[in-house]
T-cell receptor
Framework: QKEVEQNSGPLSVPEGAIASLNCTYS??????FFWYRQYSGKSPELIMS????GDKEDGRFTAQLNKASQYVSLLIRDSQPSDSATYLC??????????FGKGTSLLVTP | DAGVTQSPTHLIKTRGQQVTLRCSPK?????VSWYQQALGQGPQFIFQ???????QRGNFPDRFSGHQFPNYSSELNVNALLLGDSALYLC????????????FGQGTRLTVV
């Protein structure tokens, strides 16, 4: 069973702090990885994609990938209350199906 | 530039009935995938359509079927609805390169009573 594991949270951080979200995956041949943000009652919105080991930065967001450890993370700098949402980690080994974790709930407190 | 659009947004059906959900992909995209998201869970892959053919299928029964039209839009059909089919159904589209990013529509909330 190919699994993507995330801590369900909630992860609570104060406004302005760095939020660190983590994800592990079991399928060693996974090649593409994605972070989606999902507000309550809404659909997932793509935040970041990462395909190679290392860091990828986009604005306040940094995705980190370590294929040897089968680990993906998302850092959110200067967290804002509007960042409060569920963050879904997804992996794909084929480019076809996305295999999602259950998501981590993030709460940014003013 | 229109994103992925789904219809209807909400639907209530009775157990045993059949339902059809519709999806129009983002402009320039030709690949459509369907996902089911139960409350508190991550989306689960149902199937993907490309060039009007089902390219890959997840672990869902044959009650779930789909179709893709020449204009790349897609339908998801679910027969003999069960209470457990109540969920948010998500359509995602992407471009021809299989490794590109997938973008989701707003979803259809299906309630089976």
């Amino acid at each position: 069973q190919k699994e993507v594991e995330q801590n369900s949270g909630p992860l609570s951080v104060p406004e302005g702090a760095i939020a660190s979200l983590n994800c592990t995956y079991s399928d060693r041949v996974s090649q593409s990885f994605f972070w989606y943000r999902q507000y309550s009652g809404k659909s997932p919105e793509l935040i970041m994609s990462i395909y190679s080991n290392g860091d990828k930065e986009d604005g306040r967001f940094t995705a980190q990938l370590n294929k040897a450890s089968q680990y993906v993370s998302l850092l959110i700098r200067d967290s804002q209350p509007s960042d409060s949402a569920t963050y879904l980690c997804a992996a794909s080994n084929s480019g076809y199906a996305l295999n999602f974790g259950k998501g981590t709930s993030l709460l940014v407190t003013p | 530039d229109a994103g992925v659009t789904q219809s209807p947004t909400h639907l209530i059906k009775t157990r045993g009935q059949q339902v059809t959900l519709r999806c129009s992909p983002k402009s320039g995209h030709d690949t459509v995938s369907w996902y089911q998201q139960a409350l508190g869970q991550g989306p689960q892959f149902i199937f993907q359509y490309y060039e009007e053919e089902e390219r890959q299928r997840g672990n869902f029964p044959d009650r779930f079927s789909g179709h893709q039209f020449p204009n790349y839009s897609s339908e998801l059909n679910v027969n003999a609805l069960l209470l457990g089919d109540s969920a948010l159904y998500l359509c995602a589209s992407k471009g021809r390169n299989v490794w590109t990013e997938a973008f989701f529509g707003q979803g259809t909330r299906l309630t089976v009573v």
